[in-house]
């Protein structure tokens, strides 16, 4: 059995009083097991893109300032919306009725910033591409960087408008 290590290795020239290089020094660390995680984190991500891309639910992710910085095919379908046309658009702006806007702001986004997500289940509608409203029933959860700081907001959606029509 043989085992693969990767090693970084780093050449240093050893000079002679001339000015001559006599020798090079060789250094080398073993990083396979950083190698080994990143690889490991790289698996992971794609799978959970993959899940997040094919999962039959709305999915966005959202950055600090509430843009979107992924939509996935389901949602893109539902809405209308081309991927190139919301990328980097504000969320509240492109997808939430002016008439809620700042109530659904303040309960969802402003709250999960604050780290005062009571509860992470919402609902609220948002507008397609042709203005319908299709009311959603979402759960959210912030995401984190490695010292524990809100990087994203992730949102995976229930499209709910037809089963409510039913209610009625």
Not at 68 to 79: S, V
Not at 102 to 114: K, N
Request: negative net charge; contains cysteine; hydrophobic residues 40%.
């Amino acid at each position: 059995v043989h085992n693969i290590i990767t090693i970084d290795f780093s050449l240093k020239p050893l000079l002679s009083e001339a000015g001559n290089v006599e020798f090079l020094l060789a250094e080398g660390r073993d990083v396979t097991a950083r190698k080994q995680a990143e690889l490991s984190l790289q698996v992971s991500e794609s799978r959970f893109r993959s899940i997040l891309e094919n999962i039959p639910l709305v999915g966005v992710i959202l950055d600090q300032q509430a843009n979107i910085i992924f939509a996935n095919d389901f949602f893109l379908e539902l809405t209308g919306w081309p991927r190139e046309a919301i990328l980097h658009q504000n969320w509240f702006d492109r997808f939430i009725p002016a008439a809620k806007r700042d109530e659904v702001y303040r309960q969802t986004f402003d709250a999960a910033l604050q780290d005062e997500m009571v509860g992470t289940h919402y609902e609220y509608p948002i507008l397609t591409h042709w203005g319908e409203e299709r009311l959603i029933s979402w759960r959210a959860t912030t995401l984190t960087d490695a010292g524990g700081n809100l990087t994203e907001v992730a949102c995976i959606g229930e499209d709910i408008t037809d089963r409510r029509r039913g209610e009625h």
